[in-house]
Structures are given as C-alpha cells and as structure tokens.
C-alpha cells in the first residue's frame, strides 16, 4: 500500500476533514490493475466502492445485439460504481483502459464514516450527482436528430476538455483513442466512425496521430457540435 494518503490531494474530497481520509484510507486498499481488467460486472452484486487514483477506467452497458456501448471515460479522483446503496446488482460494467491504481473499500466502512462525518457523505453525492448531470448532458446528445459527426465531436470536444494536454498543435487527448475505442463511443459501426473521424480531420477540426487524437480548432469543434456548422 502506499505509504501516503492519495485520498487528500483528490478534488472529490477537497472538504472532507483529513481525520475522515486517514480513516476512510486504512478501511480500504489499493489495487493495481492492468488495461483490459474488468473491475465490476453488470448484474453483480457489488461489496466495495472504487476510486481512480490514478489512470483511466470506462463504464459501459452491452446492447441488445452483444455490442458495448461507453457511457463514460473516468480519470483520476472518478467513483467508478453506478450503485452504492442499491442492494441489487451493478447494471454497468467498468473497465480499466489503462494502467491504474484503484483505491476499494467495503460499503459498509464507506457508509459507516458517510454516517460520522456529513462532509464525506455530501462528497459522495455530490461526485454522483455529477454523473447523472453528464448523463442528462448525453443523452440530449444522442437523440436521433442529431447526426453522428455532431454527437463525435461533442465527444471529443469532451475529452479535450478532460484529459487534454497542450500541444502546438491544438489540444491532444490523453488517451490511446483507437476507431474501436470510438465506436463503442458513440454507437456505431467502426466504418461509419472511420468515416466521420476522416471527415473531421478533413475539416480541420482533429489531427490523428497514432491512435492520439489532436483537437485542433476547439472553439470551431465546440461551435459545430452546437450547430452543425463547420465554418
């Protein structure tokens, strides 16, 4: 385990007391994961809470026809559980995307010191909150009205927003983005993501560079998202 306490430099609980992080933090542990690693299964009853120390996860649902669908991309400081409280099963599934240090910890301690000290319990509910917020935000995203370049772009303007790190170039993402990747992002087939990722780049609002994913004009991508137009 490391030998310091991660949880106190994590914005989620920049306003819970460091008494409560140091209890909260010897209640738990840390796990180092491996990309790829499927850390809760959907219809699984699930006995901890996780938090993203380090690295990237993603939440994600299977379609009807077995496809995976990603519903978030969570970094550093992210609850990675849908359900806390809920008895039943986790309807989501969460994936490690990279290399990660994941911090566990029963529910029942989390709800425990959530009881003691209300700053922990509003930092919980105010961390999924948020989630519901973006997930309102998608789905008026995602309605059928929209077209698929415009629901890409909203996406990607996200992650540049998120994860972005500046280059000269613009605003490269900082995640291994793959058209795989992509597609389960947005719902659609890997040509049909292909296809529009080249229409971007084309437009001048992304550069691809091995699999990275450069927003070049992120005022430009943000208006055409909006609106539709590209100029």
Same mark, same amino acid.
């Given at each position: ?23 909260? *933090? ?8 491996? !990309? !790829? ?13 996780? #938090? ?16 995976? =669908? ?5 970094? !550093? ?26 911090? #566990? #910890? ?26 519901? *917020? ?5 789905? =008026? ?9 415009? =629901?890409?772009?909203?996406?990607? *303007? ?52 091995? !699999? ?20």
């Amino acid at each position: 385990m490391m030998k310091e306490n991660p949880l106190v430099s994590l914005e989620l609980f920049a306003e819970v007391p460091s008494a409560t992080l140091d209890a909260l *933090w010897k209640a738990g542990r840390v796990r180092s994961l491996h !990309k !790829k690693y499927i850390l809760i299964h959907a219809q699984e009853q699930v006995g901890f809470v996780a #938090v993203q120390l380090s690295g990237k996860s993603i939440v994600y649902n299977l379609t009807h026809d077995g496809r995976r =669908k990603i519903i978030f991309i969570l970094g !550093k400081g992210a609850i990675l559980n849908e359900r806390i409280l809920g008895k039943g099963g986790s309807s989501l599934f969460c994936e490690i995307l990279e290399s990660s240090h994941i911090f #566990v #910890v029963p529910v029942a301690a989390l709800l425990g010191l959530m009881e003691q000290d209300f700053a922990l319990a509003r930092a919980v509910l105010v961390a999924q909150e948020k989630k519901i *917020w973006r997930m309102a935000h998608q789905l =008026k995203n995602t309605m059928g009205s929209i077209y698929m370049e415009r =629901k890409l772009a909203a996406k990607l *303007w996200k992650l540049a927003r998120d994860f972005g790190v500046p280059v000269p170039e613009g605003i490269e993402i900082d995640i291994y983005l793959p058209i795989t990747l992509l597609a389960d992002m947005l719902g659609a087939p890997r040509e049909t993501t292909s296809r529009i990722c080249g229409m971007l780049a084309e437009a001048g609002l992304i550069t691809i560079r091995k !699999k990275r994913i450069i927003v070049t004009a992120p005022d430009r991508m943000a208006h055409f998202y909006k609106t539709g137009d590209m100029s």
